[in-house]
């Protein structure tokens, strides 16, 4: 059975560790070419992942929401708890500083196990459940050190593929353009494969997309966290781990996230911001003020419903961005 | 029985009655005057616009909601310290007025202040230019009010729920942060129901949750009152909880007693508008819960009176509505009656605020289970429940929900409500969006309340 | 006795002229709205009177109906527009159960019962797009007639996606799309789909057989197709569905009467 993730930080891990196969829905190839039955206020990549959600579950298998946006919480509402009980939402804690944060957090790795076992999930035996830790350990090592070996899109591809079917193959572009390019960091919300044409854009203006930190970007693969200690037979080292791996937007408060961006944005000497948001994504939009004052740094907002029909708007902006940057 | 229609007030005829009172021998509390001198000495607009009950205890309640920034001040300048709570409705404000020397208010109630003022004090184009647009939903206002300090004073500790909550509050309330207000955050899951073989616990409302959930909240409830304890000087107990508890239900039991006798007349009583401010008092006693107290008994008092002579506010044959949500514009409910309706019921999205905190079982574990309770944190299904439940009791001939512009929320649990309310109790149901201003919209909101009427009245007759 | 029905539309207004002892319609007119919709309403019962061969003093009573009806100050009461349409198309096709409105400001589902009376309805919400107005602006970018767009859309084979729930967004939408070489059969086909749509979603899977469509935009044979699509059975128009909202408040003076 597949079981189909709405976010990068429900631990992929945990669901292959349980002989099941873990694929990102918010990876998934369909996603920015459904048309949803549209609803004003709700925001474009909720609907389709709701559509591709009700999809998945109609033919048997599971979907795991999250309840880290109103969006996809309220999501669950409409698809998960009335259509089948192939759906889970994972409360992941907004707080992280306290320990009633921890608590809430491993009581729902608890419960993401039984839902797992429900579905016919077997925990396999310590041994292998080490080996696929250190292997997603690593694969998540080798991308991270990859970012600058690869176009943005191929990157972007790279890490798609690892949430999609834990693929990590690293494919080196020969045709990457060295230090070419003012180098700008695209930070932001989902950014799905029907949308990479946004860092097509960037480059081809004459930008380097050297920070791909939206939701599907560098940044799903989590903050770089030692091994757990213990792994074999410690479920509390584990949820610890991937508790603590967590970076984003909707975390309160948002520090960890802004730590993250700085970190990497001195490092990488970037020189812009582009701010990626789905239409309807308050958490992301409010952010745009602040991203400016912490950073110093000229900010392009973009949101958008749907690529394509969007593209020559896009487009025009980013071209504007990037001679401003040049 | 004779019906003796009591026809709403506007500003200058309220004058007018003012002086009457004021020569029968009115007797007001020190917040008292004319309802007019808003407008004048803080520039609230809109009043001039809105329709008002005309009663004495109607006036009171005016003035004490109207009153507020100025009850803080002088709260502040007496050496209390203020607290603002956020995003919680009904919670943290019963732990901190258990504490002597703290008030709680709630800054994100300025979000109907452009309502009252009209844009004059232009606390929204402010708040845009602070980086939150006309995309969210008016909360963003106290964002302006912040910056500028002439609303509210500043309280001294910030306390604001995350998790389950909506999105763009809780983005304003982390821009606030970014703005240099530093902010408590504490934790609310979000509801469920308990899976099989989980320890349950039911909550007010009937709810039953997973008794898990009750711990992590109560837990974080003990944090936030160590916060707020280390602010009063003082090591709370569960005795000073307990107290805090006791009074709030000494309020809700007023607030209770007053929908019974409002809601259930044939003939409402008291208005639409006057009845959503009284609801709104009862969360955090507008900064004085002992005034809160005297003003909801006045207008008990006012309903039953009005009972007793047979005197209401809408015609005999008014549709019974049932509303859901608060309004950005409070005109709303003005024109609710103005075109023939009356309430019937409400669900303003603090019903949890209402229910009495339970007294028999310690107050932390009390107070979790109310905050758990919020209609907010759960499943728009368990809220749907509610409002079917609510609305039948209430014999309600359609439901309005209103949508609050901006808010992430509101897109979904609509649809869910109504859904709910036409398949279980086959009554016609109106989603309509209220803009903080809504005059341009009248003719738009027209379409869709008056067609909702009539739609009510029609299925009242059959056709021959 | 003669009873007048005005549909005071966003764009258009029209009225009917009903005959209640011979159940007919004697009379109608159109016009289109204006800035002075007190003057434009009042010039239009004057001229339907005079070519029907009827005076004021003929009309025994006027309901108003639609978003201006208030400006129509020589009716002796306004009634809703959901009312009215339900009226209309009942009297028409008395077998409808629900009814999908689209003016030119508003979309709308309503139910009715076996006997006519409104059971429910749902609305769109304010933004236009899904609306009569939507169509008059692709028809503009388009360069393409209104009362054509129809035929155009006949000839998609792809139709485009329209993802926008605003009008003015969904412009923008439809100006990239042309600049990316999109066909125009295809955008008038993703226009109609997108319109479409948003009336299924407002149905909430709770449609009730027969459907019949209304309003203004009935008039066009591709919306007809694109909601047949969205809800997955067939959708009839009503006779003149221009005018079923003023023959509606015509009938509903009779009632009001009797």
């Given at each position: 059975?597949?079981?189909?993730?709405?976010?990068?930080?429900?631990?992929?891990?945990?669901?292959?560790?349980?002989?099941?196969?873990?694929?990102?829905?918010?990876?998934?190839?369909?996603?920015g070419t459904?048309?949803?039955?549209?609803?004003?206020?709700?925001?474009?990549?909720?609907?389709?992942?709701?559509?591709?959600?009700?999809?998945?579950?109609?033919?048997?298998?599971?979907?795991?929401?999250?309840?880290?946006?109103?969006?996809?919480?309220?999501?669950?509402?409409?698809?998960?708890?009335?259509?089948?009980?192939?759906?889970?939402?994972?409360?992941?804690?907004?707080?992280?500083?306290?320990?009633?944060?921890?608590?809430?957090?491993?009581?729902?790795?608890?419960?993401?196990?039984?839902?797992?076992?429900?579905?016919?999930?077997?925990?396999?035996?310590?041994?292998?459940?080490?080996?696929?830790?250190?292997?997603?350990?690593?694969?998540?090592?080798?991308?991270?050190?990859?970012?600058?070996?690869?176009r943005a899109r191929?990157?972007a591809e790279?890490?798609?593929?690892?949430?999609?079917?834990?693929?990590?193959?690293?494919?080196?572009?020969?045709?990457?353009?060295?230090?070419?390019?003012?180098?700008?960091?695209v930070?932001?919300?989902?950014l799905t494969p029907a949308q990479w044409g946004i860092l097509d854009a960037i480059e081809s203006a004459?930008?380097?997309v050297?920070?791909?930190?939206?939701?599907?970007?560098?940044?799903?693969?989590?903050?770089?966290?030692?091994?757990?200690?213990?792994?074999?037979?410690?479920?509390?080292?584990?949820?610890?781990?991937?508790?603590?791996?967590?970076?984003?937007?909707?975390?309160?408060?948002?520090?960890?996230?802004?730590?993250?961006?700085?970190?990497?944005?001195?490092?990488?000497?970037?020189?812009?911001?582009v701010?990626w948001?789905?239409?309807?994504?308050?958490?992301?939009?409010?952010?745009?003020?602040?991203?400016?004052?912490?950073?110093?740094?000229?900010?392009?907002?973009l949101?958008s419903?749907q690529a394509y029909s969007d593209h020559p708007r896009l487009m025009h902006r980013i071209a504007?961005?990037?001679?401003?940057?040049? | 029985?004779?019906?003796?229609?009591?026809?709403?007030?506007?500003?200058?005829?309220?004058?007018?009655?003012?002086?009457?009172?004021?020569?029968?021998?009115?007797?007001?509390?020190?917040?008292?005057?004319?309802?007019?001198?808003?407008?004048?000495?803080?520039?609230?607009?809109?009043?001039?616009?809105?329709?008002?009950?005309?009663?004495?205890?109607?006036?009171?309640?005016?003035?004490?909601?109207?009153?507020?920034?100025?009850?803080?001040?002088?709260?502040?300048?007496?050496?209390?310290?203020?607290?603002?709570?956020?995003?919680?409705?009904?919670?943290?404000?019963?732990?901190?007025?258990?504490?002597?020397?703290?008030?709680?208010?709630?800054?994100?109630?300025?979000?109907?202040?452009?309502?009252?003022?009209?844009?004059?004090?232009?606390?929204?184009?402010?708040?845009?230019?602070?980086?939150?647009?006309?995309?969210?939903?008016?909360?963003?206002?106290?964002?302006?009010?912040?910056?500028?300090?002439?609303?509210?004073?500043?309280?001294?500790?910030?306390?604001?729920?995350?998790?389950?909550?909506?999105?763009?509050?809780?983005?304003?309330?982390?821009?606030?942060?970014?703005?240099?207000?530093?902010?408590?955050?504490?934790?609310?899951?979000?509801?469920?129901?308990?899976?099989?073989?989980?320890?349950?616990?039911?909550?007010?409302?009937?709810?039953?949750?997973?008794?898990?959930?009750?711990?992590?909240?109560?837990?974080?409830?003990?944090?936030?009152?160590?916060?707020?304890?280390?602010?009063?000087?003082?090591?709370?107990?569960?005795?000073?909880?307990?107290?805090?508890?006791?009074?709030?239900?000494?309020?809700?039991?007023?607030?209770?007693?007053?929908?019974?006798?409002?809601?259930?007349?044939?003939?409402?009583?008291?208005?639409?508008?006057?009845?959503?401010?009284?609801?709104?008092?009862?969360?955090?006693?507008?900064?004085?819960?002992?005034?809160?107290?005297?003003?909801?008994?006045?207008?008990?008092?006012?309903?039953?009176?009005?009972?007793?002579?047979?005197?209401?506010?809408?015609?005999?044959?008014?549709?019974?509505?049932?509303?859901?949500?608060?309004?950005?514009?409070?005109?709303?409910?003005?024109?609710?009656?103005?075109?023939?309706?009356?309430?019937?019921?409400?669900?303003?999205?603090?019903?949890?605020?209402?229910?009495?905190?339970?007294?028999?079982?310690?107050?932390?574990?009390?107070?979790?289970?109310?905050?758990?309770?919020?209609?907010?944190?759960?499943?728009?299904?368990?809220?749907?429940?509610?409002?079917?439940?609510?609305?039948?009791?209430?014999?309600?001939?359609?439901?309005?929900?209103?949508?609050?512009?901006?808010?992430?929320?509101?897109?979904?649990?609509?649809?869910?409500?109504?859904?709910?309310?036409?398949?279980?109790?086959?009554?016609?149901?109106?989603?309509?969006?209220?803009?903080?201003?809504?005059?341009?919209?009248?003719?738009?909101?027209?379409?869709?309340?008056?067609?909702?009427?009539?739609?009510?009245?029609?299925?009242?007759?059959?056709?021959? | 006795?003669?009873?007048?029905?005005?549909?005071?539309?966003?764009?258009?207004?029209?009225?009917?002229?009903?005959?209640?002892?011979?159940?007919?319609?004697?009379?109608?007119?159109?016009?289109?709205?204006?800035?002075?919709?007190?003057?434009?309403?009042?010039?239009?019962?004057?001229?339907?009177?005079?070519?029907?061969?009827?005076?004021?003093?003929?009309?025994?009573?006027?309901?108003?109906?639609?978003?201006?009806?208030?400006?129509?100050?020589?009716?002796?009461?306004?009634?809703?527009?959901?009312?009215?349409?339900?009226?209309?198309?009942?009297?028409?096709?008395?077998?409808?159960?629900?009814?999908?409105?689209?003016?030119?400001?508003?979309?709308?589902?309503?139910?009715?019962?076996?006997?006519?009376?409104?059971?429910?309805?749902?609305?769109?919400?304010?933004?236009?797009?899904?609306?009569?107005?939507?169509?008059?602006?692709?028809?503009?970018?388009?360069?393409?007639?209104?009362?054509?767009?129809?035929?155009?859309?006949?000839?998609?084979?792809?139709?485009?996606?329209?993802?926008?729930?605003?009008?003015?967004?969904?412009?923008?939408?439809?100006?990239g799309?042309?600049?990316s070489?999109?066909?125009?059969?295809?955008?008038?086909?993703?226009?109609?789909?997108?319109?479409?749509?948003?009336?299924?979603?407002?149905?909430?899977?709770?449609?009730?057989?027969?459907?019949?469509?209304?309003?203004?935009?009935?008039?066009?044979?591709?919306?007809?197709?694109?909601?047949?699509?969205?809800?997955?059975?067939?959708?009839?128009?009503?006779?003149?569905?221009?005018?079923?909202?003023?023959?509606?408040?015509?009938?509903?003076?009779?009632?009001?009467?009797?």
């Amino acid at each position: 059975m597949e079981v189909y993730l709405a976010s990068p930080w429900i631990p992929r891990e945990w669901v292959e560790v349980h002989g099941l196969v873990p694929r990102g829905l918010f990876c998934a190839p369909v996603l920015g070419t459904l048309t949803p039955r549209m609803a004003e206020g709700i925001c474009s990549f909720a609907q389709q992942s709701l559509e591709l959600a009700r999809r998945y579950c109609d033919r048997g298998d599971a979907v795991v929401f999250v309840s880290s946006c109103d969006q996809m919480r309220r999501g669950f509402d409409l698809v998960g708890e009335q259509e089948t009980s192939n759906a889970f939402l994972f409360n992941l804690p907004a707080t992280w500083q306290s320990d009633a944060a921890w608590r809430l957090f491993r009581l729902e790795f608890e419960r993401f196990t039984r839902f797992l076992e429900r579905i016919g999930g077997h925990r396999q035996a310590d041994e292998s459940v080490a080996i696929i830790i250190d292997t997603a350990l690593g694969a998540r090592a080798k991308l991270r050190s990859s970012w600058n070996k690869l176009r943005a899109r191929g990157f972007a591809e790279c890490i798609a593929r690892l949430h999609w079917d834990g693929c990590t193959i690293v494919e080196s572009v020969s045709d990457v353009n060295g230090d070419a390019g003012v180098p700008v960091a695209v930070v932001g919300g989902p950014l799905t494969p029907a949308q990479w044409g946004i860092l097509d854009a960037i480059e081809s203006a004459g930008g380097r997309v050297v920070l791909n930190a939206t939701e599907t970007g560098e940044r799903s693969l989590g903050l770089e966290m030692p091994r757990p200690g213990r792994i074999a037979g410690s479920i509390d080292s584990l949820a610890r781990f991937f508790f603590s791996r967590i970076i984003d937007v909707w975390q309160r408060p948002n520090t960890r996230l802004y730590d993250w961006v700085r970190e990497r944005i001195e490092e990488r000497n970037v020189r812009g911001i582009v701010l990626w948001h789905h239409v309807g994504c308050d958490l992301w939009r409010a952010e745009a003020a602040s991203l400016r004052e912490a950073f110093g740094l000229p900010i392009l907002t973009l949101d958008s419903e749907q690529a394509y029909s969007d593209h020559p708007r896009l487009m025009h902006r980013i071209a504007a961005f990037m001679e401003i940057l040049r | 029985m004779n019906q003796h229609l009591l026809k709403p007030l506007n500003l200058d005829a309220w004058d007018v009655r003012y002086r009457e009172l004021v020569r029968s021998g009115l007797v007001e509390p020190v917040y008292g005057g004319p309802l007019s001198r808003h407008v004048t000495a803080s520039g609230d607009h809109r009043l001039e616009r809105l329709r008002f009950d005309g009663s004495p205890a109607a006036l009171r309640l005016w003035n004490f909601l109207l009153t507020e920034n100025e009850r803080l001040r002088h709260a502040r300048a007496a050496g209390d310290r203020l607290v603002g709570v956020m995003k919680d409705l009904g919670t943290v404000p019963v732990m901190a007025y258990a504490l002597e020397g703290l008030r709680a208010f709630y800054p994100d109630g300025t979000w109907w202040t452009p309502c009252l003022m009209e844009e004059t004090d232009c606390l929204l184009p402010r708040a845009e230019a602070l980086g939150i647009d006309a995309s969210f939903c008016p909360v963003r206002a106290m964002l302006a009010a912040f910056k500028d300090g002439g609303h509210f004073p500043l309280p001294d500790l910030l306390i604001c729920s995350a998790g389950a909550v909506c999105d763009d509050f809780s983005a304003i309330a982390q821009r606030l942060e970014k703005l240099g207000f530093q902010i408590l955050w504490w934790e609310m899951p979000r509801r469920r129901a308990p899976e099989p073989g989980e320890a349950q616990a039911v909550l007010p409302g009937e709810i039953v949750t997973a008794r898990e959930l009750v711990e992590c909240v109560r837990e974080e409830l003990a944090r936030v009152g160590k916060a707020l304890g280390d602010l009063a000087g003082k090591v709370p107990s569960d005795a000073i909880w307990q107290e805090g508890v006791r009074a709030a239900n000494q309020v809700r039991g007023l607030l209770a007693e007053l929908r019974r006798v409002v809601y259930g007349a044939r003939v409402a009583p008291l208005p639409a508008l006057e009845m959503l401010i009284a609801e709104m008092l009862a969360i955090h006693y507008c900064s004085d819960r002992k005034e809160t107290v005297a003003v909801l008994t006045g207008l008990l008092g006012e309903a039953r009176r009005r009972l007793r002579i047979g005197a209401g506010v809408v015609a005999d044959d008014a549709v019974r509505v049932f509303w859901v949500n608060p309004v950005a514009d409070l005109r709303a409910m003005n024109l609710l009656e103005e075109w023939g309706g009356c309430l019937c019921g409400s669900d303003f999205m603090f019903t949890h605020a209402l229910d009495p905190i339970p007294e028999d079982i310690p107050p932390l574990e009390a107070l979790a289970q109310m905050a758990l309770a919020d209609p907010m944190v759960g499943p728009a299904a368990d809220r749907a429940v509610r409002v079917v439940h609510e609305a039948r009791a209430a014999k309600a001939e359609a439901v309005v929900v209103a949508r609050i512009p901006g808010a992430s929320h509101s897109a979904t649990e609509g649809r869910v409500i109504l859904e709910a309310v036409r398949h279980v109790l086959g009554i016609p149901g109106v989603e309509v969006e209220i803009a903080p201003v809504c005059d341009a919209m009248q003719p738009t909101l027209a379409g869709r309340l008056q067609a909702l009427l009539e739609t009510a009245r029609t299925r009242r007759v059959k056709k021959p | 006795m003669i009873f007048a029905g005005i549909d005071a539309g966003s764009r258009s207004i029209k009225l009917v002229l009903y005959d209640a002892e011979t159940r007919k319609v004697v009379g109608r007119g159109m016009a289109e709205q204006g800035v002075d919709q007190v003057r434009l309403a009042e010039a239009l019962f004057e001229r339907t009177l005079g070519a029907s061969g009827l005076g004021p003093n003929h009309v025994a009573r006027t309901v108003a109906t639609g978003y201006g009806r208030g400006s129509v100050r020589f009716a002796d009461s306004t009634v809703t527009e959901i009312t009215c349409h339900a009226r209309g198309v009942w009297q028409t096709s008395p077998d409808a159960r629900t009814i999908i409105e689209i003016g030119g400001q508003d979309s709308k589902v309503i139910w009715i019962e076996p006997d006519g009376r409104v059971r429910d309805f749902a609305m769109n919400d304010r933004c236009a797009a899904g609306t009569g107005r939507f169509l008059e602006m692709v028809a503009t970018r388009l360069g393409v007639d209104l009362c054509k767009l129809s035929e155009v859309s006949r000839a998609s084979a792809r139709p485009a996606v329209i993802s926008s729930t605003c009008v003015v967004f969904a412009e923008t939408e439809i100006i990239g799309l042309l600049a990316s070489g999109v066909a125009v059969a295809d955008i008038a086909a993703g226009v109609q789909k997108a319109i479409a749509s948003r009336v299924s979603t407002m149905a909430m899977r709770a449609v009730v057989r027969p459907v019949y469509f209304t309003g203004g935009v009935a008039l066009q044979p591709g919306m007809c197709r694109a909601l047949q699509e969205a809800l997955e059975t067939e959708v009839k128009v009503v006779p003149d569905p221009q005018f079923t909202g003023a023959l509606g408040a015509a009938l509903v003076a009779v009632e009001q009467i009797s």
